[in-house]
């Protein structure tokens, strides 16, 4: 194996097969995400509706950064 194609100590390669699973079930996680914030009061009166869209924004910003990783062509992930 070439340098750059080592696999980091404590971490698995990912198959392509595992990859694009994941890649399709956080895509599906991001339309639902995105459905649910658009659904969202224009307006939002409450500290409970305010929160709630955050944690939207917050959850919407993982999923995207998750997707970014399972775009690569190798992803490697902790053998635990």
Not at 63 to 77: D, G, Q, T, W
């Amino acid at each position: 194996a070439r340098r750059g194609d080592a696999i980091p100590p404590g971490m698995i390669l990912l198959t392509e097969a595992e990859r694009r699973q994941t890649l399709a079930l956080l895509e599906r996680k991001l339309e639902a995400t995105l459905a649910e914030i658009s659904r969202l009061p224009l307006v939002l009166n409450t500290r409970s509706q305010v929160k709630h869209k955050e944690d939207l924004e917050a959850k919407l910003i993982e999923i995207e950064n998750a997707i970014e990783v399972f775009s690569k062509p190798k992803v490697f992930v902790s053998e635990d």
